[in-house]
């Protein structure tokens, strides 16, 4: 998948099944749908 700055993308559940981090924003917490991430670049390192 090639990520493109300025466009939103969903985290799968299987993401979640393999990372167990209780610092991260949880799979449908609170009955919420999976967390939403919008992908910028950083412009000091070029990462996105």
Avoid: W
């Amino acid at each position: 998948m090639i990520y493109q700055e300025g466009f939103a993308y969903h985290i799968k559940d299987e993401y979640f099944e393999k990372v167990q981090d209780d610092k991260l924003m949880q799979n449908k917490e609170n009955g919420t749908y999976r967390p939403t991430f919008f992908c910028l670049r950083d412009p000091k390192t070029s990462l996105l």
